[in-house]
């Protein structure tokens, strides 16, 4: 027959003393475990590169640093044209395959269409006083936003690192935005 | 000149739109000392709603009042930390 009684005290049992220090040492354990990284963080994968589908990364990567977010953009594929310091000042607007354009796709695929609603398009920007490309990107970049540019992509393109807004960052891949994605709070691929 | 609060700085954002207001609002507050207080004028409508939820998810800062004029929406915001 067992003498041990949970509630009786024993010589190798922890003092109160031991105890209050051990919860201590656990407390201070766990605030340095969730203080540890209270930023919050923003990955965005952005992979288009028309006119229109460079705002949304830029917008929401800009907007997150004004909140004190750490953003990283990861840009790959038509991506790359959006830090392309020459391609991102010239970005077109597909007249083809939108439903929302004016003109049936028949005659939008004609030469010279999209280079026509590329300019209503820009008129449009003009006019409504909204932030060009440009703009967004250099304001993103002085407000600390990282922007990568995939290098894998950028020899598929024939680019060269030159070429992009200084502060770009180049020499980067899949990993790198993996990671970025798995320590972030918000993940967006555009 | 508002009773309740001295104004420090006056951010004129008026034409602008999205996300510029919220984004300039930032900068601006960056350079004020704690306590203070920023007025923002846009005439983006967008910024009444954008102004007060980036206020509330932001650290450091706190929107004090809203305004809404005929065209111009003003804003107040205070630097608290």
């Excluded at chain 1, 229109?52 to 004004?66: G, N, Q, V």
């Excluded at chain 1, 006019?127 to 440009?134: G, L, R, Y």
């Excluded at chain 1, 891949?173 to 918000?186: C, E, Y």
């Excluded at chain 2, 104004?7 to 960056?30: F, H, N, Q, R, Y």
């Amino acid at each position: 027959m067992s003498t041990d009684t949970p509630d009786a005290p024993s010589d190798d049992a922890p003092s109160r003393a031991e105890l209050a220090a051990r919860v201590d040492e656990l407390e201070d354990a766990l605030a340095e475990a969730t203080s540890e990284d209270d930023t919050k963080k923003m990955s965005i994968i952005a992979t288009k590169g028309t006119l229109d589908m460079a705002y949304p990364p830029l917008i929401l990567a800009s907007t997150a640093a004004a909140f004190g977010y750490e953003v990283t953009v990861f840009h790959t594929f038509w991506g790359l044209d959006i830090l392309h310091e020459e391609r991102s000042k010239n970005l077109k607007l597909s007249s083809v395959g939108n439903p929302n354009m004016p003109v049936p796709n028949a005659i939008a695929a004609l030469p010279g269409m999209d280079r026509m609603t590329t300019k209503m398009m820009e008129k449009k920007i003009a006019d409504n006083d909204t932030a060009t490309i440009e703009e967004l990107l250099e304001t993103s970049l002085d407000m600390g936003v990282e922007f990568q540019a995939c290098q894998m992509t950028i020899d598929l393109m024939d680019y060269d690192e030159a070429d992009f807004y200084d502060g770009v960052t180049t020499g980067v891949g899949a990993a790198t935005a993996l990671q970025d994605m798995a320590d972030a709070d918000i993940q967006l691929l555009v | 000149m508002n009773a309740e609060f001295d104004i420090a700085e006056t951010l004129d954002v008026k034409g602008a739109s999205c996300p510029m207001p919220v984004v300039k609002t930032k900068g601006a507050i960056d350079d004020l000392a704690v306590g203070e207080v920023l007025e923002v004028l846009a005439t983006d409508p967008g910024s009444m709603s954008d102004i007060d939820g980036w206020a509330a998810g932001t650290e450091g800062v706190e929107l004090v009042e809203q305004e809404e004029g005929d065209d111009v929406y003003t804003h107040y915001v205070r630097k608290t930390e």
